[in-house]
C-alpha cells in the first residue's frame, strides 16, 4: 500500500512554470512506478507523463511534449512535474498515480492515486 500527496498547484500567468510533486509513503516508493494525469472541468481525465520505477524509463503526452518534464528522486520518495512554457489550456486537478508496473497512460491500471492538485493558468 501507498499514500500519495501532491502539492505544488496554483494560479500562474500563461509562460509562466510551476512543479508539483507527487510525495509518497508506505511501502518503498522504488516498487512503483508513476503516472501524472490531469481532469479539466467537464473533461476526461487525461494523462499527462509517466516514469518507471528506476526513473530510467519515461513518457509524455503529445500536448505537453517539450513542455513538461517528469523525474523523481526515490530517496525521497518524491517524483516531480517540472511544468513550463504553461498555456490556460493546461488549467486542471493534477493527480499522481502509482502502480507496481510501469502503466504508462493506462489510468486503470493505477491503483493507488492521491486527492490532486489545482493548477490554474490565466491568459
Known amino acids: 500500500q501507498v499514500q500519495l500527496v501532491e502539492s505544488g498547484g496554483g494560479l500562474v500567468q500563461a509562460g509562466g512554470s510551476l512543479r508539483l510533486s507527487c510525495a509518497a509513503s508506505?511501502?518503498?516508493?522504488?516498487?512503483?512506478?508513476v503516472g501524472w494525469f490531469r481532469q479539466a472541468p467537464g473533461k476526461e481525465r487525461e494523462f499527462v507523463a509517466g516514469?518507471?520505477?528506476?526513473?530510467?524509463?519515461?513518457g509524455s503526452a503529445d500536448s505537453v511534449k517539450g513542455r513538461f518534464t517528469i523525474s523523481r528522486d526515490n530517496a525521497k520518495n518524491t517524483v516531480y512535474l517540472q511544468m513550463n512554457s504553461l498555456k490556460p489550456e493546461d488549467t486542471a486537478v493534477y493527480h499522481c498515480?502509482?502502480?507496481?508496473?510501469?502503466?504508462?497512460?493506462?489510468?486503470?491500471?493505477?491503483?493507488?492515486w492521491g486527492q490532486g492538485t489545482q493548477v490554474t493558468v490565466s491568459s
Open positions: 508506505g511501502r518503498t516508493f522504488g516498487s512503483y512506478a
Open positions: 516514469i518507471s520505477r528506476s526513473g530510467g524509463s519515461t
Open positions: 498515480a502509482a502502480s507496481s508496473y510501469y502503466a504508462g497512460s493506462l489510468a486503470a491500471s493505477y491503483p493507488y
